[in-house]
């Protein structure tokens, strides 16, 4: 055979070719040039924090995001503020609580995944099944929210706005956190690892 009809078979098959060229691109990327440091992808900073009330302690992101804690009727929550939604609307929150026998209105795990699973026509709500995931204190149960809301909710001009909701329910014996992030539907894929990061460093203090 010609090498000129060698070439030409080797042109004609889109496989080859394919292969070839994803090959090649694989050893460019991993090819290290000997006296050179392969630099490391970029990760977020984050550092150990415990809120005032000793709620918990854990890791949070530095960059973009703003921690506070105040007290409610049903006990102190933890805050983490993140940035706004495109139409500025929204600001994406990282909440915890903790709820025990002690707290105003308490339910115990199951009854409360139930309720805050409820359909709700007016917001369009749509639902995940509840998902077990294994974090820093144990087996949580979550699940996924979408739904619509309008904002401002003040009096004014607003629109609709879809929004996204990511839950978390993290037994402590009888007693559980509630951790959740709120997003713009938009933007949500964002934060999923900042979310599921946080829950796995969560551990609990004596208060």
């Known amino acids: 055979m010609s090498k000129l009809l060698l070439v030409a078979l080797l042109l004609a098959s889109p496989a080859a070719a394919g292969d070839w060229l994803a090959d090649a691109d694989k050893l460019a990327r991993e090819a290290v040039i000997p006296g050179t440091v392969v630099p490391e992808p970029q990760k977020k900073d984050w550092v150990p924090y415990i809120p005032v009330s000793r709620l918990f302690s854990g890791e949070i992101p530095v960059k973009g995001w703003w921690p506070m804690e105040e007290e409610t009727a049903t006990g102190s929550v933890f805050r983490l503020l993140g940035s706004d939604s495109q139409s500025g609307a929204v600001r994406t929150v990282l909440s915890v609580r903790f709820y025990d026998k002690d707290t105003p209105g308490f339910l115990p795990i199951k009854q409360a995944v139930e309720v805050m699973r409820k359909a709700d026509k007016s917001s369009r709500r749509s ?35 879809e929004l996204h909701h990511y839950v978390a329910v993290i037994p402590v014996g009888e007693a559980y956190y509630l951790v959740r992030l709120i997003s713009s539907r938009a933007t949500y894929l964002d934060y999923r690892d900042d979310f599921v990061r946080f829950m796995k460093s969560m551990r609990t203090l004596s208060r």
């Open 127 to 161: 639902i995940t099944p509840v998902r077990p995931v294994r974090v820093g204190l144990g087996l949580a149960r979550t699940f996924e929210i979408v739904e619509t809301r309008r904002v401002p909710g003040d009096e004014g001009p607003s629109f609709e706005e």
